[in-house]
């Protein structure tokens, strides 16, 4: 049973047994922007369980900088687990310090450098099938490049591929499921409705295809200069390999959520640059100057000032990982009220961000927030979460986004072909459907 908190205003609108469920499902981002209007700390209910919303970007930092007492967990954190297993997004503060210590080599500055050779490669086959003028579907196209992308950085061996096929195909369904699942009384998530037959058969598809990558990389003992060939000949503190269950839970991890948080990023910032084509024609004077109409490399990257500040703008009002959780290990204090251990808490980066108060004129798109002389409320951006548990892939992730969007602004021209604005589906990204835009080619093609 839901429990209130001494201290902490209720949100109104709760209704028996199922609580705030209608408005997450029906319109979450609305919802959680009226939440900062009843106090810095505000109590809502999942179902039957009482959760705290943080709407202050300096708690939220206190939430974030001390992660032993407020650890991962709650109820999207325990569907990530479910869906990628107890990988870095997901496990305890016990088990984090060893993971990241495994990982973080695979995302040194040389080894960046490395996939930005990739990404580069994958790039300039991006706009090969656009056709001059003709309508192109961004989502389905940032998706399909992000996937390809990323999975030549964590997999190069043909047996590979089966897997990546599989995991692009199943991912929808798991970040639908995740989110459903995570705001769903407990009750629901166990009964066979269509929505869970559809989460678990991802899931499980996802699952198989990556345990048999793992297999066949195992059995052909091969170094493929790749993630997966990293991890399989990593050695821990005491000499030990990893196994297979932890090498799953971090490939499917970084598979998954780098596919959807980089393919909703450039898909968000096309659209934005096609609602403010002066933006995109200063963005295109810019790569003019850098990159002619060649494609980015790494080199390039000091240089792409306003490219880099185009994704993010784009990541503050369209945060991909827009609401997370954590429990509270031990009862503590919070803004002056007493919390009790196994509390739920919950963060919004999207909340934050679209808070007046800590981000002014929240609605405009305006990369020139960012310029160097601009002063910014500290913790009032957090795209990649901070402290600790910040996102691994941050760099990876700004700079294949920013090498990819100032290619595309160099060679095309873009304009948007529907009147009606993107429908943003919340899952565990903001997910936006119905971004068609039309390309007219700059490059000279010679006689």
């Not at 705290?52 to 967990?73: A, M």
């Not at 998954?256 to 640059?273: M, Q």
Request: proline share 7%; charged share 20%; glycine share 6%.
């Amino acid at each position: 049973m839901a429990t209130d908190l001494e201290g902490i205003t209720r949100a109104p609108g709760a209704l028996p047994v199922v609580g705030h469920l209608l408005p997450l499902i029906r319109d979450p981002l609305r919802f959680l922007k009226t939440l900062p209007s009843y106090g810095d700390l505000v109590q809502i209910r999942l179902g039957p369980q009482t959760a705290v919303v943080v709407c202050r970007p300096e708690l939220v930092q206190e939430v974030l900088l001390h992660d032993r007492t407020y650890d991962k967990g709650g109820p999207l954190i325990e569907r990530i687990g479910n869906a990628l297993g107890d990988g870095l997004a997901a496990c305890p503060h016990s088990a984090h310090r060893r993971q990241r210590r495994t990982l973080q080599p695979a995302f040194s500055r040389a080894c960046l450098r490395e996939y930005a050779a990739i990404m580069t490669q994958q790039i300039d086959t991006l706009a090969v099938d656009w056709g001059d003028g003709q309508p192109i579907d961004v989502a389905e196209q940032m998706y399909t490049f992000a996937s390809d992308t990323i999975a030549r950085t964590l997999f190069t061996a043909e047996s590979a591929g089966p897997a990546i096929d599989t995991v692009k195909e199943c991912l929808p369904g798991i970040f639908r499921g995740i989110y459903q699942q995570a705001v769903f009384p407990p009750l629901l998530n166990r009964l066979p409705l269509p929505s869970n037959v559809r989460y678990e058969r991802a899931r499980n598809r996802a699952w198989a295809e990556v345990s048999k990558t793992i297999s066949s990389y195992r059995q052909d003992d091969e170094s493929h200069g790749d993630v997966l060939s990293m991890l399989l000949k990593t050695r821990d503190d005491a000499g030990n390999g990893l196994g297979d269950t932890e090498i799953h839970a971090q490939i499917m991890t970084l598979l998954v959520a780098g596919i959807e948080s980089t393919a909703v990023a450039l898909t968000w910032a096309l659209h934005l640059l096609c609602q403010h084509p002066d933006v995109q024609e200063r963005l295109r004077t810019e790569t003019a100057k850098v990159l002619g109409t060649r494609t980015a490399t790494w080199d390039d990257l000091p240089q792409l000032d306003l490219a880099r500040r185009v994704i993010t703008e784009t990541l503050r009002i369209y945060p991909p990982g827009w609401i997370l959780t954590r429990t509270t290990a031990t009862e503590t204090r919070l803004a002056d009220a007493l919390i009790p251990a196994e509390t739920t808490l919950i963060y919004s980066p999207y909340l934050i961000h679209h808070d007046a108060r800590f981000n002014p004129r929240p609605s405009d798109f305006d990369p020139d927030r960012w310029l160097p002389e601009q002063k910014h409320v500290r913790g009032a951006f957090i795209p990649f979460g901070g402290g600790a548990r910040k996102c691994i892939g941050d760099n990876y992730a700004m700079t294949l986004a920013t090498l990819a969007l100032a290619t595309i602004v160099a060679q095309w021209r873009l304009t948007s072909v529907d009147d009606q604005p993107p429908h943003i589906e919340p899952r565990m990204t903001l997910t936006p459907h119905g971004v068609r835009v039309r390309a007219e080619c700059l490059q000279t093609v010679p006689d």
